[in-house]
């Protein structure tokens, strides 16, 4: 077995072995030593890691038409960035996603990554940082101050945008069914209680428009993230940057990704502030709460089968019980509700790291980025689990509907334009003593007939309610 190999590579603490074959440097290192936290990296969400390296592309653009690198650096870090951007390199990036130091380690393992292929395609060897090096040059005119909150946002505008399209993807599996079911009549319920006749696919398109609502309000939200605060270095001020870096940046970002971003007017005030996280972090809360009841009642609605509502089936994905023969449990909803709890949880978090903010810092930010890369993650997932597993399977018990809605003292509502409201009193209240069906009552005291009963019960009247039957 060949012998593994190091570099040595030093820092403000000393020196440390490096694997030779490693493109991160002596910063990153120490992170690796120091932080086993989630156990999740940066090169796990390919996304953070393309983010970055746009970042550090943008920044290194700005500095070279600033004159503050030469051409050649700024060349081969431009070719670092663009091999990141392209998927490689990504293994390097290694950092656990939960750390100390307000992601100091996140943007030294970029610089040093960067740094380090720079001095490769210059025909040098890695850590021969005399003629590219992470903080020199990777990290000129720049702080983590103002890199890792500008990359956390760009790597949440990139994820919003799968996950608007996984959440339209859901949105139109509910709206086909809603179409699929729009003539098949059942009880609506308030308070789990019988309210009045409805349809099944009134029902869905229910949950499609709902969810729909989403999609404007996650995009106004996202809409936040496009202010950054680039160039305003440790803590605002801007020191160490070349003068207009701030502007030049923001746009030579807006060019390479094709967002609009814009410099924050005031930087000393944009540096510690997670204000935009914590909107956008509520609008996946609110998708969650939406998204957690519509599978509450998917669960209702398939409960039984034969000793609960039984509406509709979902499709059986796998046996529901070790002891009890025949189970099958709607495992789909269930596991799209435990989702949303998380991302409901994460909102907590987010809230409370977002106030622990001091002075002219939230070092906070590595806890935020975590909950919501893991909800921008986790909720695709359970989206496009749930429509493909769930939602396209759905079918619905007509005749066990009907059977509920003639038997339904709710029906009564439905009825009392037509039979008026001492009749309706009378009909509800045989029905309740008899146990009777109001359907039956009705024809047997021959206050409608049954093709006008049938008639103000049809589909068509459930979806045109606005039209009385004459």
């Known amino acids: 077995m060949e012998e593994k190999k190091f570099r040595i590579e030093s820092d403000l603490l000393g020196e440390l072995q490096i694997p030779e074959e490693a493109y991160y440097g002596v910063q990153t290192q120490r992170a690796i030593n120091n932080y086993h936290i989630s156990r999740k990296r940066m090169c796990d969400y390919p996304d953070y890691v393309t983010a970055i390296a746009y970042v550090k592309l943008a920044a290194l653009e700005t500095n070279r038409q600033l004159g503050e690198i030469s051409n050649e650096v700024a060349d081969a870090m431009a070719q670092a960035c663009r091999e990141i951007i392209g998927g490689k390199l990504h293994e390097n990036f290694v950092t656990d996603m939960v750390q100390g130091g307000a992601g100091t380690s996140v943007n030294m393992n970029a610089n040093e990554v960067i740094a380090n292929r720079a001095c490769e395609v210059m025909g040098h060897k890695k850590g021969e940082f005399q003629y590219c090096a992470p903080n020199d040059h990777a990290n000129c005119g720049q702080s983590t101050n103002d890199v890792y909150p500008t990359t956390i946002r760009l790597t949440l505008i990139l994820l919003n945008s799968k996950l608007i399209e996984s959440l339209n993807h859901l949105i139109n599996a509910f709206r086909k069914k809603g179409n699929e079911f729009k003539n098949i009549i059942k009880m609506g319920r308030t308070q789990l209680q019988d309210a009045v006749p409805m349809t099944s696919g009134q029902e869905f398109n229910a949950f499609a428009n709902t969810l729909e609502e989403e999609v404007a309000n996650l995009n106004r939200n996202a809409a936040l993230l496009h202010e950054i605060n680039m160039g305003g270095t440790a803590i605002g001020t801007g020191l160490n940057a070349a003068p207009g870096f701030p502007k030049i940046c923001a746009e030579k970002l807006s060019e390479l990704t094709g967002y609009q971003f814009v410099a924050g007017s005031d930087l000393v005030e944009a540096t510690p502030d997670t204000g935009a996280y914590v909107s956008y972090s509520s609008a996946l809360k609110r998708l969650a709460v939406k998204l957690s009841k519509?599978?509450?009642?998917?669960?209702?609605?398939?409960?039984?089968?034969?000793?609960?509502?039984?509406?509709?089936?979902?499709?059986?994905?796998?046996?529901?019980?070790?002891?009890?023969?025949?189970?099958?449990?709607?495992?789909?909803?269930?596991?799209?509700?435990?989702?949303?709890?998380?991302?409901?949880?994460?909102?907590?978090?987010?809230?409370?790291?977002?106030?622990?903010?001091?002075?002219?810092?939230?070092?906070?930010?590595?806890?935020?980025?975590?909950?919501?890369?893991?909800?921008?993650?986790?909720?695709?997932?359970?989206?496009?689990?749930?429509?493909?597993?769930?939602?396209?399977?759905?079918?619905?018990?007509?005749?066990?509907?009907?059977?509920?809605?003639?038997?339904?003292?709710?029906?009564?509502?439905?009825?009392?334009?037509?039979?008026?409201?001492?009749?309706?009193?009378?009909?509800?209240?045989?029905?309740?003593?008899?146990?009777?069906?109001?359907?039956?009552?009705?024809?047997?005291?021959?206050?409608?007939?049954?093709?006008?009963?049938?008639?103000?019960?049809?589909?068509?009247?459930?979806?045109?309610?606005?039209?009385?039957?004459?």
Not at 388 to 411: A, Y
Not at 421 to 447: C, F, M, P, R, W
């Open 294 to 470: 519509i599978c509450n009642d998917l669960r209702l609605l398939a409960s039984g089968p034969r000793c609960g509502l039984n509406e509709i089936n979902l499709p059986p994905m796998a046996p529901g019980s070790s002891i009890m023969p025949g189970k099958v449990n709607p495992v789909i909803p269930e596991v799209t509700n435990q989702t949303c709890f998380k991302v409901i949880g994460n909102d907590t978090t987010i809230m409370i790291a977002a106030e622990a903010g001091q002075l002219q810092l939230n070092v906070m930010e590595p806890i935020i980025t975590e909950c919501l890369i893991e909800d921008l993650t986790w909720l695709p997932n359970a989206m496009d689990t749930l429509r493909e597993k769930c939602i396209d399977g759905i079918t619905v018990n007509k005749e066990r509907c009907l059977e509920m809605v003639k038997h339904s003292i709710g029906i009564v509502t439905a009825l009392n334009p037509y039979i008026g409201y001492k009749n309706s009193t009378k009909i509800a209240k045989e029905a309740l003593e008899t146990g009777g069906s109001v359907y039956d009552l009705v024809l047997k005291h021959n206050i409608l007939s049954k093709e006008k009963l049938d008639a103000i019960l049809s589909p068509e009247h459930m979806l045109h309610s606005e039209e009385h039957i004459k």
